[in-house]
């Protein structure tokens, strides 16, 4: 009897477990789907294509390192590049990050209009990556656009076309990339409201002030918030495209010229598929560089708690 009712159960214990996981497979089959046929499959085919002469037009033709040979032998372009966006990456990331953390500061007091103050700090992350924000950015930074009438207003004559000057375009850019520090802002006001009230009560009554809170408590808690948002946005630095590509074509003479720009030019203008698939893969490198290095050097100085 014990034995025949022991039975029972496996048995529909095993029909529970076949239905749950026959449920599980439906439901995540459009992940799987996603991440094989766009993501697994034309890594793969990527890796091939860079080691073969591939004009989209013609089968390709497998021409071992050649590509990488070309690359820091006989393109210019390639290092310009890769100049532009390291210096893109290097320079705006920070920027950015330390704005979004000067306004999460300030909008950690709560007052009536904070969620309204909140997202509309957001709203340009939304849409800053639009092309509609690309081209009206275009338009206020040319010689007869907004930025240069408001210099007039405030008496400074101005007639430079800061996105045709070699000195100044680049910084446009990198403006737009700062202007577009709403989720940054969201993540910091997130740590901020973790830290508990308690230690800064017990820093008033040792006589510590704003300044001196900030450095000895409120920043080395940040760290492990500052080490994702460093992380996720210098990989976002190093893949920008549609600033570049949209506002300047990566002009004049290309200094605003980044890295998957040229990827995209070589691909999709020249039809040099094999070539653009190699300087992916270059990037991939980079990326896996420097995220490396950033977690070889997060026990220096990212606080994990405990003494």
């Not at 032998?73 to 290092?79: E, G, L, M, P």
């Not at 010689?143 to 007639?159: H, W």
């Not at 375009?169 to 969201?186: D, H, R």
């Not at 001196?212 to 808690?221: A, G, K, M, V, Y």
């Amino acid at each position: 009897m014990n034995s025949s009712l022991s039975q029972g159960r496996k048995g529909s214990l095993r029909e529970w477990l076949c239905r749950d996981s026959v449920a599980g497979v439906v439901c995540t089959m459009p992940f799987i789907i996603g991440l094989v046929f766009f993501l697994i499959v034309p890594m793969l085919l990527s890796g091939y294509y860079a080691f073969c002469d591939y004009n989209i037009l013609a089968p390709a033709r497998w021409v071992g390192l050649k590509n990488f040979v070309r690359m820091f032998t006989a393109d210019a372009k390639f290092t310009k590049s890769l100049e532009v966006t390291l210096f893109y990456a290097f320079v705006s990331v920070p920027l950015r990050l330390t704005f979004a953390l000067a306004v999460a500061m300030i909008l950690l007091r709560n007052s009536r209009l904070t969620g309204l103050y909140r997202a509309a700090y957001y709203l340009p992350s939304i849409i800053g990556g639009s092309v509609a924000v690309a081209i009206l950015w275009k338009r206020m930074f040319a010689i007869d656009g907004t930025f240069n009438a408001v210099l007039g207003i405030l008496g400074v004559e101005s007639k430079i076309a800061w996105l045709g000057n070699v000195s100044t375009a680049i910084w446009m850019l990198i403006l737009l990339s700062v202007w577009q520090f709403g989720s940054s802002m969201l993540i910091f006001l997130s740590s901020l409201k973790q830290i508990p009230q308690t230690l800064y009560e017990a820093a008033r009554v040792d006589g510590a002030i704003g300044i001196q809170q900030f450095f000895r408590i409120t920043l080395p808690l940040l760290t492990p918030t500052i080490f994702f948002n460093l992380v996720m946005q210098m990989i976002n630095g190093f893949l920008a495209f549609s600033q570049s590509y949209i506002i300047t074509q990566g002009k004049p003479m290309n200094s605003t010229l980044f890295y998957v720009v040229h990827m995209y030019q070589q691909g999709f203008e020249f039809f040099k598929a094999g070539y653009a698939s190699a300087l992916a893969w270059i990037m991939l490198l980079i990326i896996g560089a420097f995220t490396g290095f950033l977690f070889l050097t997060k026990r220096f100085w990212v606080y994990e708690g405990g003494a």
